[in-house]
């Protein structure tokens, strides 16, 4: 397997030096499952929106509680046995609802409560992985190379993040070993076959991750003795005001991210016709345009400034807002295409989001970077934060999740043309 050698940590590594990285990404990405599995979910056990959110926010929630611990966790035993035991849990989570399916009778209580651990799961090990995988990069690339390295993990992420929802509708319309029915909004039943097949292949793929990853060899820099301390890293967090805004840009990435993926079926299928395992492609829409914006980013935020990168974001990150606020406010027959469009724009616009403040933190502060990256990931607290209030607020119409969503939009455009904010001396 590779080793990580000086010259990679100079920034001259090939991409095959860093595979088993990479494919830690993909690893990454079961993580936006939640949003497809949530539909699904909500549909067999007949929850109401603002219950069915619950799942997302138990995924989320756990990066407050062990991000920054994590952070103190990687300057003892390393970046790279940090991802190690992050894949271990993933794979838990992945385990446990084929158990729920295998074991239990259908729609029973048992079979969601394994569902709802899993989700648990889920969100603990990949705080571990997000906080641990991300520096990890910085050994093999540095300087102002970081921000397109980091976009070019998110490219491979989001190819899990689109199958997720393609294998889930595949089982659901063709594997008809474990089928349950339910009756839709218009009254009419619904056969569903085994959407849960998602966990099994991801399963199989998260098994071949932990083998090339432990495989492999990467020198990177000895942990710090555990001089790094929790109450150190909120210290930064609260006196430093680059660093705040930095995690409040990666909250309103990931609340947008986590929301529009859970949110957008319901709102085509409240204004529509669709069907819940049609109106699940807006999912696949959105993480299409998210890997075409992250492959994008990962060529152009080479070339033009992190300041100019934010500012396209911002831009069309509100330009999808306002396109799903036109198409939920038509009263009667809102043109498709413009919801469509509303989901292109914003999977585009929100990819390179997350890269943009992350590597803005850690080339602020490369002299804490573990602590750096514990911070601000656990702004993905944005991923339990968002998709509750959006349910909430979409309970007296869609609009209302949507003006939730674009307060993240807004934020990012805001900090975009203010770009002076980020700009300063360390505190």
Known sequence: MSTATTTAKSGNAGFAKILPVMFAFFV???VDLVGTATNYVKAEFELADGTANLFT?????????FSVPTGVLMNRIGRRKTVLWSILVTLVAMALPIVAYLLFP??????????????????????????????????????????????????????????????AQWGANSIHAYTYTYVDAK??????????????????????????????????????????TIGKCFKLLFSDRIIMLCFLGIVAHVGVDVGINA?????????????????????????????????????????????????????????????????????TNPPQWLFWTAVALVGFGNSNVFSLFLSHALMYRPDRQNEVSGLMLMGLIGGAIFPPVMGAAAGAGQIGGILVMAIGCVYVLVVGFAYKVLEGRKA
């Open 263 to 331: 949110q957008a079926p319901r709102i085509l299928m409240e204004h529509t016709d669709i069907a819940l395992t049609v109106a699940t492609n807006a999912t696949m829409v959105y993480f299409i345009a998210r890997m075409i914006g992250c492959f994008t980013g990962g060529i152009v935020l080479q070339k033009i400034s992190n300041k100019l990168g934010m500012r396209i974001c911002g831009v069309i990150m509100t330009l999808s807002a306002i396109c799903f606020a036109i198409f939920a406010l038509t009263p």
């Open 57 to 65: 926010t138990m995924v989320f929630f756990w990066f407050l509680i």
């Open 106 to 167: 259908m729609k029973s209580t048992a079979q969601l409560v394994l569902i709802v651990i899993s989700f648990a799961f889920l969100g603990i090990g990949n705080t571990l992985m997000q906080v641990s995988l991300n520096p990890l990069l910085t050994v093999f690339v540095k300087g102002d190379k970081l921000a397109s390295t980091l976009t070019t993990g998110q490219f491979v992420k989001a190819f899990a993040s689109l199958f997720a929802p393609w294998i």
């Open 28 to 30: 990454m990405g079961f």
């Open 187 to 228: 009254g009419q039943t619904v056969e569903v076959g085994m959407w849960w097949i998602l966990f099994v292949i991801y399963f199989a793929v998260g098994i071949l991750g932990y083998i090339l990853l432990a495989f492999d060899k990467i020198d990177e820099p000895a942990p710090d003795a555990g001089t790094t």
